[in-house]
């Protein structure tokens, strides 16, 4: 059974880029949420997807998006890049979206934003 | 509002000693709660979860937590530390009116001497 994956492992972004990563779901899993991790906090929820719809979203603002592919798999994207949007970004997949589903997590996406 | 506090940002004991991590939650419906560890430079992992059934649950690596409504409390206990539990400690709370939303604590490192 694949682990939840995540690309790339690591990205550096100047001030005003855009940015995409990406995550593969979990054989069998058709929930994806994601999370921003700053550096020496807990991850904080930015949205979550299932079956290719935004089902719930966290305190970040519109640049912050998302997408969930037929094959579960999700895109995040963020738009115009902060200095503050430098983080540990992680998805995590779920076999559904309710809460009380033990959410499997990748590894992460570390973003440094100059 | 739902919100997590983890109490100790750093927790230091001596291989063989009991571990003791604590968490206090805030919810104004019947929460889920979780911990997660996390390695350096790795995602999440599950260690255990509460979802309304027994109070005490057991988790891996000889974790276990207990539910206390009274107290708001699920601390995170182990009876004897190894080198290899070190790492971050995060709590987290889920509520059936958030779906898929995890609100984490602030994370406690463990440290283990030997």
């Known amino acids: 059974e694949t682990g939840v994956t995540q690309s790339p492992t690591h990205l550096i972004k100047t001030r005003g880029q855009q940015v995409t990563l990406r995550c593969s779901s979990q054989?069998?899993?058709?929930?994806v949420s994601w999370y921003q991790q700053a550096l020496g906090q807990g991850p904080q929820f930015i949205f979550q997807y299932y079956r290719e719809e935004e089902n719930g979203r966290g305190n970040f603002p519109p640049r912050f998006s998302g997408l969930q592919f037929p094959n579960y798999s999700s895109e995040l994207n963020v738009n115009a890049l902060e200095l503050d949007d430098s983080a540990l970004y992680l998805c995590a997949s779920s076999p559904d979206p309710d809460t009380q589903e033990t959410q499997y997590f990748g590894p992460g996406t570390r973003l440094l934003v100059l | 509002a739902q919100s997590v506090t983890q109490l100790g940002s750093h927790v230091s004991v001596s291989e063989g000693a009991l571990v003791l991590l604590r968490c206090n939650y805030s919810s104004s419906v019947p929460p889920y709660l979780f911990w997660y560890v996390q390695y350096p430079n790795q995602g999440l992992q599950l260690l255990l979860k509460?979802?309304?059934?027994?109070?005490l649950v057991k988790g891996i690596n000889g974790f276990e937590a207990e539910f206390k409504k009274s107290e708001t409390s699920f601390h995170l206990t182990k009876p004897s530390a190894h080198m290899s539990d070190a790492a971050e400690y995060f709590c987290a709370l889920g509520v059936s009116s958030n779906t898929g939303k995890l609100i984490f604590g602030q994370g406690t490192t463990l440290q283990v001497k030997p």
């Open positions: 054989s069998g899993h058709n929930t």
């Open positions: 509460y979802t309304s059934a027994a109070t």
